[in-house]
């Protein structure tokens, strides 16, 4: 079964630091979704793209959080500075979005865990 | 902004026993997915309910979208070990394939 991958795992670092988190969404998908998992909030949406397009990006951070797509097969979710407070399990999702039919899944990723101390 | 109310957040049965749990809005929702996560994953999708009233089964698991597309129930029978996990429900609006999740219900099923 095609997978959604995302790189790396585990990230533990010092507040401060860059971080930079990858997804390969499953190919010929052209819908893709960073979400931040913690206890407190849940699943919160930070970012999605279509066709590489950045569409909404309200949930994110913008003064430390970037989102890309550089090519179809890869996106990025970079913080710098990284705080403590940044720390979670960030997820990757893909899907694949027609005109007639907007109820598709999202497939995760099995998530980055990141702890900034 | 929607928001998506899960009940109970935690849950802990015999291995055997019935569960229902619940996912309710104040707002109408187009559809209506379900996933389950497992400790380390992502989460996986169940079922997607579209219609007010519909009733899907899925072997032991029974979900059910409210009339008024407001609230949605999930219903397991005779509950087993693999059923441990949190399970979400997620709601779209007309049009938007922007999902807005609920905090989920965390289920242990004991031996």
């Known amino acids: 079964d095609a997978r959604v991958t995302q790189t790396p795992r585990h990230k533990v670092t010092e507040m401060g630091q860059e971080v930079t988190m990858r997804c390969q969404p499953i190919l010929g998908h052209n819908t893709v979704f960073w979400y931040r998992q913690t206890m407190m909030q849940g699943l919160e949406l930070l970012a999605y793209?279509?066709?590489?397009?950045?569409?909404?990006d309200s949930g994110m951070p913008k003064d430390r959080f970037s989102a890309e797509m550089p090519d179809a097969t890869l996106a990025t979710l970079k913080i710098q500075p990284s705080e403590p407070r940044d720390s979670a399990v960030y997820f990757c999702?893909?899907?694949?979005?027609?005109?007639?039919?907007?109820?598709?899944?999202?497939?995760f990723g099995d998530g980055t865990r990141l702890s900034i101390l | 902004t929607q928001l998506l109310e899960q009940s109970p957040q935690f849950l802990s049965i015999q291995e055997g026993e019935n569960l229902t749990v619940y996912c309710n809005s104040s707002s109408v929702f187009s559809s209506l997915q379900w996933y389950r996560q497992e400790p380390g994953e992502g989460p996986v999708l169940l079922v997607t309910?579209?219609?007010?009233?519909e009733v899907k089964k899925l072997k032991r698991l029974t979900f059910q979208f409210g009339d008024a597309r407001k609230d949605s129930s999930l219903h397991i029978t005779a509950a087993q070990t693999g059923d441990t996990g949190l399970y979400l429900c997620a709601g779209s609006g007309a049009g938007s394939y922007q999902l807005t999740f609920g905090k989920g219900t965390k289920l242990s099923v004991i031996p």
């Open positions: 309910v579209v219609t007010g009233g």
């Open positions: 793209f279509r066709n590489r397009a950045p569409l909404d």
């Open positions: 999702a893909s899907g694949l979005v027609t005109s007639s039919n907007s109820n598709q899944p999202q497939h």
